[in-house]
């Protein structure tokens, strides 16, 4: 099993920045997607960013392709996101999770097989 645990959520003024760090361990991530999610308070859950195992390929939605990056350090078997220019909007619970090679849409919840508690990330003056 892999078992994921975010760090690095706070309060965050408007305009401001924050990373937010993914330890994974049990086995390592190499041959994973490392993907983060988020939800808002009586919201879906939105894809927001992904990266493939070596690294090379990072996906980001539509919406957050300016002010998100998603990176990884397969050494310290750690993926990372950062944000700048943050927003009221941007509150939210934040998510990593892992999906194996060609399990899937990687835009999609249900590609990934496991998943951290989630870190709560408030944008507020």
């Known amino acids: 099993q892999v078992q994921l645990v975010e760090s690095g959520g706070g309060l965050v003024q408007p305009g401001g920045s924050l990373r937010l760090s993914c330890a994974a361990s049990g086995r390592s991530l190499t041959d994973y997607t490392i993907g983060w999610f988020r939800q808002a308070p009586g919201k879906e859950r939105e894809f927001v960013a992904a990266i493939t195992g070596r690294g090379l390929t990072p996906y980001y939605a539509d919406s957050f392709v300016n002010r998100f990056t998603i990176s990884r350090s397969n050494p310290l078997n750690t993926a990372y996101l950062r944000m700048e220019s943050g927003n009221l909007e941007d509150t939210a619970v934040y998510y990593c999770?892992?999906?194996?090679?060609?399990?899937?849409?990687?835009?999609?919840?249900?590609?990934?097989?496991?998943w951290g508690q989630g870190t709560q990330v408030t944008v507020s003056s």
């Open positions: 999770a892992a999906s194996r090679t060609g399990s899937g849409d990687r835009r999609r919840a249900a590609a990934y097989e496991y």
